[in-house]
């Protein structure tokens, strides 16, 4: 079976940006006969949408850069480098990778991202008896659970107060649903555990034991820290500033007191950009100068190359899902009530997740899932009688669950790890299986 996934995904997966040309061809001539569109108004619904999300994308873009800058502070590289000595077995290893990368993607999905891979190629480069393509595999596998964590976008949205949320819901929530009703339920904790758990054993089994994958040395090395040029024996007033610790502490301080007064004296939830500052603010703490900051920066904005170039795109698929023509009819409404019309307070919450699932192959975006099903699933879940907090958290279970397949979030892992796609997404099929099991029986017994 392992063998199976792996091949058929090395011949058939395409480069992500084909993949995502491919999905926009797709969702096109789909919504023509589906929803009665012509081919002039398909164009313009995806011409439209291309640059709708570009708020959205810059916030994707920061908090991917700030964690990956974080992640390469001298303090938690060390960390990594100590932590990579740990396992004594090529399986111990998987098995670490794995954990350390979902804990991490369900504190912030940016950070868990890079770490997990950062950490792998830690551990490949102390033991050559690893599969580097499932090493590399485990760490993106994490990702799984990152929109049921902290750094969610849908519930964090939910938790936001303001005329938005009623707008985006076209009615259905008038009020904000605290954390406590969606990523902080103990049925998603669980259900988070469990993924946690699956992913950990299936990627462990998975491992070789012979015909490990030969690591190529240039595959491990370490890129070379950006050094900063000659300096005068006296530094210049400028070269002062570039290396006082105390401004970096200042901005970071004032930083976390913004977090405070946000969150704790006004009542404010967490929201993306709060997410944001929190890694920003610890990024500025532990480099040691600004300058050092401002050098991990522009590296890590490397690994944001891959959404820059795609997110417009998927931006425009989603206009193609979400535009309506003379017909009165969306791709996306179309889908949705699909779901609906089929569906029972209990057996709501796994449809909607499914939609979801098939709707991140062309949407692989919490914002763009945001914008397709609110207007629809809150309302029809209202109607059902299905807890808000539930129809939320099944829309962002299917959201993460694809991943595993969608190659759009693994570009910057695979670009630290100098990896195709092609060769880690035949293991992450697998774990596409494991965890769809896990998700959708969590998602019936949390609406019983």
Known sequence: MIKFCVRLVQ?????????????????????????????????????????????????????????STLAAAPIVKRAIGAMARLPQSAPAAIALVTVVSALSCWLNWGFGLIVGVVFAKAIARQRSDVDYRLLIASAYSGFVVWHAGISGSIPLTMATPGEALAMATDGALTDPVPLAQTILDWHNLVM???????????????HPKQGVLTIDSALLADD?????????????????????????????????????????????????????????????????????????????????????????????????????????????????????????????????????????????????????????????????GVDPGLTGMAISWGDAWTNLIQPFWALPALAIARLDAKDIMGYCLIDLLVTGVIIGAGLLLWAM
């Open 192 to 206: 988070v555990l469990f993924a946690i758990i699956g992913i950990t054993v299936a990627n462990t089994l998975m």
């Open 11 to 67: 011949r058939w997966l395409p480069e992500p940006f084909i993949f995502a040309i491919l999905l926009t061809l797709v969702a096109a001539l789909v919504a023509m006969p589906l929803c009665h569109q012509t081919p002039l108004e398909v164009v313009e619904h995806w011409g439209g949408g291309v640059w709708n999300l570009l708020a959205f994308a810059m916030q994707m873009a920061l908090v991917l850069v700030c964690g």
């Open 224 to 384: 070379d820290p950006v050094t900063p040029g000659a300096t005068q024996s006296a530094p210049s007033p400028a070269q002062r500033l570039e290396q006082s610790k105390l401004l970096s502490w200042i901005v970071a301080l004032m930083l976390v007191a913004y977090l405070v007064i946000h969150l704790a004296v006004r009542g404010a939830g967490l929201d993306l950009g709060g997410v944001i500052m929190i890694f920003l603010a610890l990024g500025l703490m532990l480099h040691s100068t600004p300058v050092d900051y401002v050098r991990a920066f522009g590296k890590a904005t490397t690994g944001a190359a891959g959404i820059i170039l795609q997110f417009p795109f998927y931006a425009g698929i989603m206009g193609i899902i979400t535009g309506i023509g003379a017909s009165g009819i969306s791709l996306g409404g179309v889908m949705a009530e699909a779901c609906i019309r089929i569906s029972s307070p209990v057996t709501y919450p796994l449809l909607t997740f499914l939609c979801a699932a098939v709707l991140n192959m062309f949407v692989p975006s919490g914002g763009g899932h945001w914008a397709v099903q609110a207007p629809v699933m809150f309302t029809a879940g209202a109607s059902l």
